[in-house]
């Protein structure tokens, strides 16, 4: 949505035609600003919402058919329990001559009661959807701007249980945001049903995403007075787009999120938007999301479509410890513990004086996070460590660590430890490529293959327990046809806080397939009264096409890997595609269209000596404002930038010249250049590589 709207929203486009504040409702607003909304959710409130799955393109059949997959898939006994309507259960002419909404009859031909009725007989709690705003036609979809108290009284008299309100119309119609949403709180509670109804209140807009708005209009401001009001609040923009959710949007919310901890409390939270599993983001990325979403004591509202997602998918969003964490009754928001950067620790303190501790990976390659007891508030001499995705329990003398993947989280329940001593906490590396060939591998990216390659890869173990852990071993395997040689005599103990280093070289076979690979390294080792424990870790490879040859244009070469700030990176056409890759009234038969922040990458094996290009933004943003449309080019090899634009605006294409000489593996990248991807189509015009 916010897209659509930046850029395009007049300030005063209803001013005038539109005065929502009247001395009664300043007024009541005072006394509802006085008195703390109601506790009608202790603990973070859990369901399933259209908006990322369905978009507007569902029916009283679809909603009926969802709510019997949240039934029968398990999901309303673990908590999943609220099925919300967003935007688009209303008629196109949404408001009767007598001013009441009305339902889309085609979609809803008995109208919503019957339906509220029939997701009630299941158990279950019915949310809807409207906007603080007036309806402006072509602007928003819906709006209650005007007609708060009969549309509270109307989603009351249909049987809500919960309440989305928007402001898309609000922001349209230049309204306060505190003082509307203020109104509809009031409005909500008086009810003539006298009916409880969740208010979420979402503000989604924010700068620079949306355009130059000050910071009382935005999401981010909402934290001042929506813990008075509602029971939760939107923190940011949108987490993604219906059917593309990316991982660096999710991480974007959660740290905007994160910005006001000490607000949330029982009945009151962060709302940093919806799940989205299955829509863009790795089984892994999602699992993250999950992780983060519960540490920060956030809702729990799944936006894809519950009947179409996997076993896997539903197995992680009802695991019980990791639901226990996010519905902890003392509703206390994790917080940072140290500095921010590629990896990070968070800590969510919990009702029994326990610790919920998150190690976070945002980077591209897998690492060894590691914190301690100390760090996290906790006191003594002995830890038990429960990690919530594998049940696997053990006990740490202080300190806590895990190899967590690229994108990854480890999510441990952490308590002083009692009684005899339980199983040291070992953390057995995830195998790490250091060298292909000669060449050193970059840290912190995807490690990229060929066949014929001889890797060098290490695999770190730890014992973090009071006891020592006996006959350490660890073996390596890759895929078919792959050669591995151990380069490490393996110790016969491992002490309590001590470490060992396996190290050995794999080699491919000259015709090794394209595609997905992966390393595993599988360890052991005996421990005192527990016997032979074992563990499997998993680091995801790439096996490289044939590099380019002769004089090509890039962009017609495979691609190792490919992102966009929004949508998908385009093959010679602007991102978004339909229109050819224009800079400055220049078309361009080549090239690439992407939006910040992008990074494409190329395997190039050290078989090119040369790329030539211009850069710039395409002429395409002519279209959509002058807001923003600045973007700054690098042409990074193995790890080392060889060309950086600098700030590159609209009006001013560069060129590119590069040596390529030596380079295996090529990135292009573009950033935002500081303005949040505002108006950003940047373009790779004719990328010619010569090889």
Known sequence: MKRLLGGVIAAALVAGAFAITTTTQAVAAQATAQAPAPVLSPTPYMGWNTYYGLGGDFTEDTIKSVADSLVSRGLAKAGYDIVWLDGGWQADQSRSDAGDLVPNPAKFPNGLKPLVDYIHSKGLKAGIYTDAGPYIPGRCGLGSGGYYQRDADQFAAWGFDAVKVDYLCGIAANLDPKTVFTEFAQALRNNTSHRPMIFNLCNP??????????????????????????????TY??????????????????????????????????????????????DEEFRSQLTLWAVA???LVVGSDIRKLSATTISMLTDPDVLAINQDRA??????????????????????????????????????????????GLQGARFTL?????????????????????????????????????????TAGIPQVTNVGTDVQPDGVAPVVAGGDELTVQVAVRNDGLLPVLKPAVTVAGGTGWTVKSLTKAPDLLAGGQQATYRFTVKLPAGAAPGSASLTASTSYDTIGYGVQRQSTVSPVVVAPAPPTGTVPLSHHEWISATSGWMSPTVDESVGGGSPISLVGTTYPTGLGVASPSTVR????????????????????????????????????DGKVLYDSGVVDRDHPKPVDVDL???????????????????????????????
């Open 205 to 234: 807009v924010t700068s620079p995403d949306w355009g130059n708005y000050p910071e009382s209009q935005q999401s981010i401001f909402s934290w001042s007075y929506a813990p008075g009001i509602a029971q939760s609040w939107r």
């Open 237 to 282: 923009t949108d987490v993604g787009f219906q059917g593309d959710i990316k991982f660096k949007d999710v991480l974007r919310n959660y740290d905007a999120n994160a910005r006001h901890p000490e607000v949330v409390k029982p009945g009151a939270f962060s709302d940093p938007d919806y799940l989205a599993p299955e829509l863009g983001m790795t």
């Open 297 to 299: 004591a956030a809702p």
């Open 331 to 376: 509703a206390v928001q994790a917080v940072r513990v140290g500095a921010a950067g590629t990896t990070e620790t968070w800590v969510k303190r919990l009702a029994d004086g326990s610790r919920a501790v998150v190690l976070l990976n945002r980077g591209d390659s897998a690492k060894t996070i590691t914190t301690t007891a100390s760090a996290v």
């Open 386 to 426: 429960k990690n919530a995705w594998t049940n696997k329990v053990t006990e740490s003398a202080g300190t806590i660590s895990a190899a967590v993947p690229a994108h990854g989280t480890a999510l441990f329940r952490v308590e002083p430890a009692l009684g005899v001593p339980g199983i040291p906490h070992v």
């Open 602 to 637: 190329y395997y190039l094996g050290k078989a090119c000596s040369h790329l030539t290009a211009t850069v710039g933004i395409d002429d395409a943003v002519r279209n959509v404002g002058p807001e923003g449309g600045t973007a700054t080019f690098q042409v990074i090899g």
């Open 661 to 691: 000489t030596g380079v295996r593996v090529l990135d292009l990248f573009v950033g935002d250049a500081g303005d949040g991807g505002y108006n950003d189509r940047a373009d790779w015009a004719a990328p010619t590589a010569t090889c």
